[in-house]
């Protein structure tokens, strides 16, 4: 199975990039390439912990994710319920007042094709995450 690692630190405190990562509803404000999300629990399929992404440019291609946040431990993990991408996000403090932001990704091997695309994915949305943050 595919996989890699990537990170980047960011000078703002955990708890400013933590109300990014963790909130589904902001995926679209840093992460490459999704579009749109949709949280309404009145969607087709919602379960409790699920989010479905709309990637950028295709309305009509709902992608389920289940969404698993812990607070303590700083994490978030985005399962992808089609291609079973799965993306877990860390946040570890940095001095002064900064936050290490580091994602791991799976990636099937029927989606191993994918690989340098989600990599690259992946180090804008560190980017795009970290400076949100750093703004906020």
């Known amino acids: 199975m595919p996989e890699f690692h990537d990170a980047r630190d960011a000078h ?6 933590w109300k990014i990562l963790y909130d589904p509803s902001r995926f ?15 969607r ?4 409790r ?21 812990n607070r303590e431990d700083r994490r978030v993990t985005i399962s992808c319920l ?3 991408l799965r993306f877990s996000w860390h946040l570890e403090p940095v001095e002064p007042e900064g936050t290490h932001i580091s994602v791991d990704v ?3 091997e029927q989606e191993a094709h994918r690989l340098d695309t ?18 906020a």
């Open 44 to 47: 087709e399929g919602a379960d």
């Open 49 to 69: 912990g699920t989010v479905t992404l709309y990637p950028d440019g295709s309305p009509d291609f709902p992608m389920p994710q289940d969404v698993r946040t």
């Open 12 to 17: 703002a405190p955990p708890e400013e990039v």
């Open 82 to 84: 089609v291609s079973e």
């Open 118 to 135: 989600q990599r690259d994915a992946m180090r804008q949305s560190l980017e795009n995450l970290a400076t949100l943050a750093e703004t």
């Open 106 to 108: 799976l990636i099937p």
């Open 28 to 42: 679209p404000d840093w992460w490459t390439g999704v579009e749109t999300v949709d949280t309404s629990p009145e």
